[in-house]
């Protein structure tokens, strides 16, 4: 039998390329938000994207999870919803008499929980450990999860109705939180024209394997990252500790992701190294979805974290 031959760097790389304008030809008009999904895949994260209806959420989750030869599995999150339903249960064989454990949609490479802020706390909870851990556990069994492994989780704004708060521990496992915004008036028009959320998206097809997936992701973990580059990250970080209008800053967690997420945007621009344009353009995305407001804590009220994030970017020199 004929060995395979390891797949190269290069061969990787463009392929990553083919992947970011498989996604593009469906999702218009946000290459930035395109960007940053995939920036969240090599690094291992899940990726919240938080919007108002219909601006093209669930199309871009299913248009990354059609580019991928992957299982995909979307969970549409709903107050009545109960974590055996994601997770999976045991049933009783008559026949063997063992209970056997039928496995739920959480079992799947790419998993959309769509609408995660309309499901109670006690089923968002039920994701924390296989998005932590890459495994279930149910019945005093533990199941590993394939890999690659990413949550895509769609959420509208809190002032909608019917919404939960997502607590802090889970918000804090999600890598990248991702705004897209309106489209502008060119791509609209676009978009109403072709509707890439019909026929475009259905007759996607793959251009990479889960396997070049892992193996992006194990590129990605090799990106070399200086000391001065740490300095500027460090001081972003501490930065949100110091600011008079946070109650709680950026973890160490929440720094380590940034240095995931700053070597993810160097594979996507073809380097081996991070620059701090890197971890620039991923401050807010990373940064602003773990910090807690003091209006927050004291009148109940969601405060935009985003234009904290951005003074305290304009008030820290980066390394030249």
């Known amino acids: 039998m004929q060995a395979t031959m390891p797949v190269t760097a290069d061969v990787l790389t463009s392929r990553l390329q083919r992947l970011r304008e498989n ?58 919803l109960l974590p055996s339903d994601i997770l999976g249960v045991s049933i009783f064989n008559e026949k063997t008499g063992l209970f056997e454990f039928k496995k739920g949609p959480i079992f799947a490479h790419i998993i959309l929980a769509d609408e995660i802020n309309r499901t109670t706390p006690r089923t968002q909870s039920a994701l924390l450990e296989a998005m932590n851990e890459a495994q279930v556990s149910v019945d005093g069994q533990s199941f590993r999860l394939d890999r690659p492994f990413m949550v895509i989780a769609t959420q509208n704004p809190f002032e909608f109705e019917g919404t939960y708060f997502l607590p802090e521990n889970q918000l804090d496992r999600f890598i990248l939180r991702i705004r897209i915004g309106y489209p502008s008036r060119q791509d609209e028009r676009r978009i109403l024209r072709e509707e890439p959320d019909r026929a475009p998206l259905e007759a996607l097809q793959p251009v990479m394997q889960a396997s070049d997936v892992v193996a992006l992701q194990s590129l990605t973990e090799r990106v070399r990252i200086d000391a001065e580059i740490i300095d500027y990250l460090q001081a972003i970080v501490e930065a949100t500790r110091r600011h008079e209008s946070l109650e709680v800053g950026v973890s160490p967690r929440g720094a380590l992701a940034m240095v995931r997420a700053a070597r993810a945007m160097a594979v996507l621009d073809g380097r081996d190294y991070v620059v701090p344009d890197d971890v620039k353009q991923l401050a807010v995305a990373v940064c602003a979805h773990r910090v807690v407001g003091k209006s927050y804590l004291h009148d109940g009220r969601a405060q935009r974290n985003d234009e904290i994030i951005e003074e305290i970017l304009e008030q820290v020199a980066p390394p030249a």
């Open 23 to 80: 996604v593009s030809s469906v999702f218009l008009g946000k290459p930035d938000t395109v960007r940053q999904l995939l920036a969240g895949l090599l690094a291992r994260g899940h990726v919240l994207i938080e919007d108002v209806p219909g601006v093209g959420k669930t199309v871009l989750a299913r248009a990354l999870a059609r580019s991928i030869h992957c299982t995909f599995s979307r969970i549409q999150l709903t107050p009545d």
